[in-house]
């Protein structure tokens, strides 16, 4: 994966989803206990990950190292 990393974060739906490159049109794929693949439709390229209940599954941690929202550039 190749571009600028994309972070989106719905605190309604405690839906975390970080992907690479511009968005193009693909599919969620479930991994399981709330995680998720972006995929490509053209290429089938994992273009980013998504994690579901995000803030809820971090609770437990002592320091996540952020809150949300966050606003992040990172440039090289």
């Known amino acids: 994966m190749k571009g600028k990393m994309y972070v989106y974060y719905d605190e309604e739906g405690d839906f975390l989803e970080l992907h690479i490159g511009?968005?193009?049109?693909g599919h969620f794929k479930n991994l399981?206990?709330?995680?998720?693949?972006?995929v490509d439709k053209?290429?089938?390229?994992?273009?980013?990950?998504?994690?579901?209940?995000?803030?809820?599954?971090?609770?437990q941690l002592d320091d996540v190292g952020f809150s949300l929202p966050v606003n992040l550039e990172i440039t090289s």
């Open 32 to 38: 399981g206990d709330g995680l998720f693949e972006r």
């Open 42 to 59: 053209k290429t089938g390229e994992i273009k980013g990950i998504a994690i579901a209940s995000f803030k809820k599954k971090t609770e």
């Open 22 to 25: 511009e968005y193009s049109e």
